[in-house]
Nanobody, 114 residues
Framework: VQLQASGGGLVQPGGSLRLSCAAS????????MGWYRQAPGKQRELVAS???????NYADSVKGRFTISRDNAKNTMYLQMNSLKPEDTAAYYC?????????WGRGTLVTVSS
């Protein structure tokens, strides 16, 4: 599975961004899709995930602000990020897993700053 993330950028605190992750290749094998982020000097952490059945999971730090979704017809996963905070600044990565195979996309940088 090949993943292409996009949608990052510079936004002011309180603003919004929508990240997209387009999947290609053996997409039939995908069961789990997730967004992870890594800030400078910190470990990569889970932000949100969604299963093929639509079950979602969020990090406590983003609950109520971020929404993960997937469009199976477009083979694309999204992360709607609202009420962004400076501490959300990080490189965001999409990740998929299925049939014992995990894939990572290249990161897209989100910077929240005034």
């Amino acid at each position: 599975v090949q993943l292409q993330a996009s949608g990052g950028g510079l936004v002011q605190p309180g603003g919004s961004l929508r990240l997209s992750c387009a999947a290609s290749g053996s997409i039939f094998s995908i069961d789990y899709m997730g967004w992870y982020r890594q800030a400078p000097g910190k470990q990569r952490e889970l932000v949100a995930s969604i299963t093929s059945g639509g079950r979602t999971n969020y990090a406590d730090s983003v609950k109520g602000r971020f929404t993960i979704s997937r469009d199976n017809a477009k083979n694309t996963m999204y992360l709607q990020m609202n009420s962004l905070k400076p501490e959300d600044t990080a490189a965001y990565y999409c990740h998929t897993y299925g049939l014992g195979i995990g894939s990572w996309g290249r990161g897209t940088l989100v910077t929240v700053s005034s």
